[in-house]
């Protein structure tokens, strides 16, 4: 079993930076792979990055690809993801996730979810 809880969100004009940060419980957190979602009001939620369980592995969306980048310390058990250039779209509660096979963008293949952190981006 592994739990997560987000945090760090916030409110920040366009052209900021947040910092978001996934702690986690459980001995074999390290053997996960953790992915970050978003979702908007009145949206799916959409994959947003993933960090393999070693960290040598990272896969971005598109939309915040260059701008955001997913690091992890196994000894704190945390997962960040950290956020640059945001945009007004970037607005959205962020969720991160957890399974213990390979990474996949998949919102269906994640096991354990955080309870989200508002992000919100004014223009």
């Known amino acids: 079993q592994v739990q997560l809880v987000e945090s760090g969100g916030g409110l920040v004009q366009a052209g900021g930076s947040l910092r978001l940060s996934c702690a986690a419980s459980?001995?074999?957190?390290?053997?996960?792979?953790v992915a970050w979602f978003r979702q908007a009001p009145g949206k799916e939620r959409e994959f947003v990055g993933f960090i393999s369980w070693s960290g040598g592995g990272t896969n971005y969306a598109d939309s915040v690809k260059g701008r955001f980048t997913i690091s992890r310390d196994n000894a704190k058990n945390t997962v960040f993801l950290q956020m640059n250039s945001l945009k007004p779209e970037d607005t959205a509660v962020y969720y991160c996730a957890a399974r213990s096979r390979d990474t996949s963008r998949s919102r269906s293949k994640y096991d354990y979810w955080g309870q989200g952190t508002q992000v919100t981006v004014s223009s």
């Open positions: 459980g001995r074999t957190f390290s053997l996960y792979t």
